[in-house]
T-cell receptor, first 111, second 115 residues
């Protein structure tokens, strides 16, 4: 069964303290892995799409990497405004093409 | 680029009334749009998928006569919650995907409260 597991469930960092969020997945053929950021009361904001193992993408303080069984979202020197829930989703290669979502990691960054 | 808007952002209605939520892709053509529902502290739950000009495909357990979806153009989809009841109160989010693309871009969401 296709599944996405994110860890940790919650993480609190000090400003400037770098860390990584994990997204482990099992899927029958990966068509894409997506990272989104969601602030309270808002829709998810797109961050990255990764398609194949070894691929990396960066945006400001965020860097996403992908292996055949997991993805990491690395946050370098975070700031309080990086506080949000980070969601991971995968798209399988089957006919239904529905996103399979993790439960997210709630990140808080203290000033 | 890839901006999706939703209207309204907030709606309060009386039980038994119908509510329409609009989802627009502002700078791209959305051949496929999705409607999600999200409960507090939970992940997104897909309600239905609609392709422009076609009938929506509903997920198991979602009442198609209660949640009417129309995707009449490449930039607009609407979700109508018919005869709303308090248990329909939730956060509704739409997303849109362009032709040949894999990434979904999300709207800001609509908070529905049924009294």
């Amino acid at each position: 069964e296709d599944q996405v597991t994110q860890s940790p469930e919650a993480l609190r960092l000090q400003e400037g303290e770098s860390s990584s969020l994990n997204c482990s997945y099992t899927v029958s053929g990966l068509r894409g892995l997506f990272w989104y950021r969601q602030d309270p009361g808002k829709g998810p904001e797109f961050l990255f799409t990764l398609y194949s193992a070894g691929e990396e993408k960066e945006k400001e303080r965020l860097k996403a990497t992908l292996t055949k069984k997991e993805s990491f979202l690395h946050i370098t020197a975070p700031k309080p405004e990086d506080s949000a829930t980070y969601l991971c989703a995968v798209l399988n290669a089957g006919n239904n093409r529905k996103l399979i979502w993790g439960l997210g990691t709630s990140l808080g960054v203290n000033p | 680029g890839a901006v999706v808007s939703q209207h309204p952002s907030w709606v309060i209605c009386k039980s038994g009334t119908s509510v329409k939520i609009e989802c627009r892709s502002l700078d791209f053509q959305a051949t496929t749009m999705f409607w999600y529902r999200q409960f507090p502290k939970q992940s997104l739950m897909l309600m239905a998928t609609s392709n422009e000009g076609s009938k929506a495909t509903y997920e198991q357990g979602v009442e198609k006569d209660k949640f009417l979806i129309n995707h009449a153009s490449l930039t607009l989809s609407t979700l109508t919650v018919t005869s709303a009841h308090p248990e329909d109160s939730s956060f509704y989010i739409c997303s849109a995907r362009g032709l040949g693309q894999e990434t979904q871009y999300f709207g800001p969401g609509t908070r529905l409260l049924v009294l």
